[in-house]
């Protein structure tokens, strides 16, 4: 398979040390560091027994922002399934079976149930085939949500479209305020022009849901920061109704993953970023008064 990188640790760690001793052999590809050469670099790295590609709507950590439609072409072009984690953005913001992908994977636990109370996750399949032998490893497996989860899930649901509209707003004014802040670095969110993967959101959705990271130049600043905030939480889950900020380097995809051969690069001064349904001042507030202090 072809892994596009980042992604989020689990799908790592489960790539790496289960799917490894299945016999799977994985060629990651940084998508960072390939910027606009990703869809050549995906098709270079085709192999005849390339079964599957994969990728992030937006890879977590750095939320980066892959070409889906061009690498789909590719994926197609040799026949390999193309398997994509909307987490993220959330169906609500983009729908990528729409544009060709054969299987979309959602947790359940984020943006989808909304207040960070359940966890679950789901997968969406163009072919009826698919859905078949998955729904057959879901009843062989037992992988059932409990009825109580499943009823919050449910609940989450109806004010998805509801949250994300004022998650993508606040999300858009709190960035371009960072992005103005000169004791930020860069700000990288998937709405604001300077985003090198902009043009590739901007084919697939008008709204951008509410993941940036930005860079505040040193590990020792970026805690120090997170340790100063207020109303913000410092914690490493995303997509709920608070702000949640984490350090990667030091949480989600810190020394763990680079003993296990993460392939690709954390900035040690950057922060990720969920942005919540809070008033968009109060975070702006909440952030100045933190930066203030670095
Ligand atoms: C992109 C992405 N996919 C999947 C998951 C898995 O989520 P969970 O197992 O908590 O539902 C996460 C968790 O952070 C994530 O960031």
Known sequence: ?????????????????????????????????????????????????????????????????????????????????????????????????????DLVLHSCSKYLGGHTDIIGGCVTCRDEANWGRLKSQQLTTGSSMSPFDASLLA?????????????????MIVAQHLEKHPKVKWVKYPGLESHPGHKYANQMMSKFSGMMAFDVGTAEKATKLVENLRIIVHSISLGGTESKIEHPLSMSHGKQLITKGWPGTIPEGMLRFSIGLENPNDIIVDLDQALEKI
């Open 155 to 171: 609940r989450g649901i109806k004010t998805l479209a509801i949250r994300l509209d004022r998650i993508s707003d606040n999300a």
């Open 1 to 101: 398979m072809i892994c596009m990188i980042p992604i989020y640790s689990g799908t790592f760690t489960f790539f790496v040390d289960t799917l490894v001793r299945w016999g799977v052999e994985i060629t990651f590809i940084d998508v960072d560091a390939e910027g606009d050469n990703l869809v050549q670099a995906v098709e270079k790295a085709m192999k005849p027994n390339t079964k599957l590609v994969f990728c992030e709507i937006f890879g977590n950590p750095t939320v980066s922002i892959p070409d889906v439609l061009g690498t789909i072409e590719v994926a197609h072009k040799h026949n390999a399934i193309y398997l994509i984690d909307t987490t993220f953005a959330s169906p609500y913001i983009v729908q990528p079976i729409k544009f060709g992908a």
